[in-house]
Antibody, heavy 121, light 113 residues
Framework: EVQLLESGGGLVQRGGSLRISCAASGFMFSSCAMSWVRQAPGKGLEWVSTISDGGDSTNYADSAKGRFTISRDNSKNTLFLQMNSLRAEDTAIYYC??????????????WGQGTMVTVSS | DIVMTQSPDSLAVSLGERATINCKSS????????????LAWYQQKPGQPPKLLIYWASARGSGVPDRFSGSGSGTDFTLTISSLQAEDVAVYYCQQYFSIPLTFGGGTKVEIK
């Protein structure tokens, strides 16, 4: 069964840092692009970042550029998002999503359950 | 950036009736090299993560019932639920994966009338 399991969310102070993870199983992790998509409470979906299958190409939303870093460890089937200089507006559920392809130009065919990140002011 | 605009924001449909959701992109999302539209639809039920319904504008995702269909090309797209079931109550989002930044529509909430 294809599964994505996020972890590492929690409460952090404004300006602080947090690293969230996504453990993948049930598919060839190293052959798929992976992404983070977030959803603020009661709001819609917002793409945050995508990393290519091999990790050599990354893309970020403007809201994440310079503060967030996406990475992956294909030997451990794990995706990461390092978040620095956190702001109140970063408060959201962060979903890990698998792409149906090796780069950003494919749909998200599997989603994790999400991990909640709350930034307190 | 490609802006995705969904309409309506919400709709109430009787059980067994048709539901239609529209999505318009500010630029074409048609890849001329393969003649595919980089457009997906997702369903999100309360308290759950999104689920892929439709990709390439009209291909159904794995296990998706055939009452869900997608159509359109270029900048105008439609998601149709041919016969609404109680379990279809959800928010539906369109998304373009043609260019960075990847963008979603604002969502359409579907309820039972």
């Amino acid at each position: 069964e294809v599964q994505l399991l996020e972890s590492g969310g929690g409460l952090v102070q404004r300006g602080g840092s947090l690293r969230i993870s996504c453990a993948a199983s049930g598919f060839m992790f190293s052959s798929c692009a992976m992404s983070w998509v977030r959803q603020a409470p009661g709001k819609g979906l917002e793409w945050v970042s995508t990393i290519s299958d091999g990790g050599d190409s990354t893309n970020y939303a403007d809201s994440a550029k310079g503060r967030f870093t996406i990475s992956r460890d294909n030997s451990k089937n794990t995706l990461f998002l390092q978040m620095n200089s956190l702001r109140a507006e970063d408060t959201a559920i962060y979903y890990c999503a698998k792409s149906d392809g090796y780069n950003y130009d494919s749909s998200f065919d599997v989603w994790g359950q999400g991990t909640m990140v709350t930034v307190s002011s | 950036d490609i802006v995705m605009t969904q309409s309506p924001d919400s709709l109430a449909v009787s059980l067994g009736e048709r539901a239609t959701i529209n999505c318009k992109s500010s630029q074409s999302v048609l890849y001329t090299s393969n003649n595919k539209n980089n457009l997906a639809w997702y369903q999100q039920k309360p308290g759950q993560p999104p689920k892929l319904l439709i990709y390439w504008a009209s291909a159904r995702g794995s296990g998706v019932p055939d009452r869900f269909s997608g159509s359109g090309s270029g900048t105008d797209f439609t998601l149709t639920i041919s016969s609404l079931q109680a379990e279809d109550v959800a928010v539906y989002y369109c998304q373009q994966y043609f260019s960075i930044p990847l963008t979603f529509g604002g969502g359409t909430k579907v309820e039972i009338k």
